[in-house]
């Protein structure tokens, strides 16, 4: 099993998982000429994927989804709530999921999971392959117990590390977004994405990614350094996903 981020920020998000002969992508933020483009740097042509998974409704993580599918015909799984906010309609190629029950998908299993967030009805994955599991966790706005429950024990991490605090509260932005993002239902702050770290049991993990770093408003070294803090490593061995390149192949 594999993985990789095709590119991770405000402006387009989509991860690719590998198991056996089993490909999918964790939502889809780039429309069918960039997304071909960005699967090229890994090896791998829109027609080898089987599905994506899609978290919720924002522009950033769904806006090539439609036509992504329709293009290079491949599956799509979200809750009903998203489907309705993103317009999707139920189809042959189209599957409503339960944010709580398990699923499979070729050689891998998805375990979606609610998280706090000001979307419809938004989910996040847990995906794995019987052996080694993947947490991904990019849009949230604060922790929960069964978020804490979900990642427990994964062998790798791509963990939101949207801001920092004093970033934003020194930033240009007009109140009211500052208190979005840095709300309960807004995005993970580099210190928050260090408290779920340390909340989990981390005895398997060999990978750890920092992702939907804001532009503005985060720098890489500051994420790194609020998440190996918390494992006690080098900041440089903690991975970032960048908003161009994501980052290259991870094997568990």
Known sequence: MRFASLGSGSRGNALLVEAGSTRVLLDCGFGPR???ARLARLGVTPHEIDAVLVTHEHGDHVSGVAKCAARFDFEIFLSHGTAVAAGIAEDGNVFQIDSHAAFGIGDLEIQPFP???????????????????????????????????????????????NHDSAMLRASSYPPS????????????????????????????????????????????????????????????????????????????
């Open 34 to 36: 960039e997304l071909e």
């Open 115 to 161: 998280v706090p967030h000001d979307a419809r009805e938004p989910t996040q994955f847990v995906i794995g392959n019987g052996q080694n599991r993947l947490g991904v966790l990019t849009d949230a706005g604060c922790v929960t117990p069964h978020m804490v429950a979900m990642l427990d024990g994964c062998d790798a991490l791509v963990l939101e590390c």
């Open 177 to 252: 977004l500052k208190q979005r993002i840095g709300g309960r239902l807004g995005h993970l702050s580099n210190e928050a994405a260090g408290d779920l770290l340390q909340r989990i049991d981390k005895q398997r993990l060999k990978h750890v990614v920092a992702a939907h770093l804001s532009e503005q408003n985060n720098r890489a070294d500051l994420a790194q350094g609020a998440l190996a803090s918390v494992l006690g490593c080098n900041p440089h061995e903690v991975a970032v996903a960048n908003q161009q390149q994501g980052f290259t192949w991870r094997q568990l």
